[in-house]
């Protein structure tokens, strides 16, 4: 092929991208931004991840810090004031829920559900290693109120107040299907684009950490935030398990190795608390 038809081949490619990031209101990349190869686009090898960093702060951007609410059971909430320590859990304590499936499904992520001795791929390479932890805003509406907590803190539930302070990128909004089915239409519009015009597929990096931010319409009343740390097995931080299910501990009011600074601003409570005094007990207003 003639030097001169390869490299307009090539330079048409960020053309491409840059149009559907402009129709997304995203910040357009170079061709150095990029690695073309005869199959893919994508920015994996790069030190800096311009494109995929961009998409990324666009769907889910990284928050630094914010007040939010965590419903709880009794029983949890006296175990985190008590011992001091807020628990992530492991994603697969969600593997039933179907989140990472629809999201793999929506966007066309085949090779994660594939299944290696009877379990997906997701579940045995993404989610044994990710830690999680949900959260909701704090401005609610009255029935939104009621809605979370008759649904996550029934009975004798507990409502935290938290100030969560983050190093960590991970902590972030989720995102749900505008309807069942539709895929993210920044990532839908650059996959389809790419393919039609290029015969290439478009790897965003870092989209196996993403599927844990993304859920069914169904539950968009949520309004949830997640806080994620992957635990690379470095040593820095050590897995617990309880019932089956591995978790690890943030000290309450110091940043640690998870990357996350969580304080506890207020308890909401009908019950009576096995809890140290300096917490102040709120009677729940719904």
């Given amino acids: 092929m003639p030097v001169k038809n390869w490299w307009e081949e090539f330079a048409a490619v960020p053309e491409t991208i840059n149009g559907v990031l402009r129709?997304?209101?995203?910040?357009?990349?170079?061709?150095?931004?990029i690695t073309i190869t005869d199959k893919s686009v994508n920015d994996l090898v790069k030190?800096?991840?311009?494109?995929?960093?961009?998409?990324?702060?666009?769907?889910?951007?990284s928050i630094d810090n914010k007040v939010v609410y965590h419903y709880t059971s009794k029983d949890a909430a006296e175990s985190i004031l008590n011992t001091s320590f807020f628990r992530l859990y492991n994603l697969s304590k969600r593997f039933t829920e179907g989140e990472i499936v629809t999201f793999c499904e929506n966007h066309g992520l085949s090779g994660y559900l594939k299944e290696e001795n009877g379990e997906p791929y997701y579940k045995t390479q993404i989610m044994k290693n990710m830690y999680y932890s949900s959260f909701t805003e704090t401005a609610l509406t009255d029935e939104q109120e009621a809605y979370f907590w008759r649904t996550f803190a029934p009975f004798d539930g507990v409502r935290l107040k938290l100030s969560i302070q983050a190093s960590n990128p991970n902590f972030r909004p989720m995102v749900y299907e505008n309807k069942a089915g539709q895929p993210i239409g920044l990532l839908s519009d650059l996959v389809r684009e790419i393919r039609n015009k290029h015969d290439r597929e478009?790897?965003?990096?870092?989209?196996?950490?993403?599927?844990?931010f993304y859920l069914a319409k169904d539950f968009d009343v949520e309004n949830e935030y997640r806080i994620l740390f992957r635990n690379w097995d470095d040593g820095s931080v050590k897995p617990k398990t309880d019932r089956g299910t591995s978790y690890i501990e943030i000290p309450l009011g110091s940043m640690g190795p998870t990357g996350y600074k969580i304080e506890v601003l207020e308890v909401q409570s009908n019950e009576t608390l096995s809890i140290p005094s300096r917490y102040q007990v709120q009677p729940r207003s719904a």
């Fill in 23 to 33: 129709a997304h209101g995203v910040r357009e990349i170079g061709i150095s931004d």
């Fill in 47 to 61: 030190e800096e991840k311009v494109l995929s960093n961009a998409i990324v702060d666009k769907v889910w951007p």
């Fill in 202 to 212: 478009f790897v965003l990096s870092g989209i196996s950490r993403l599927c844990a």
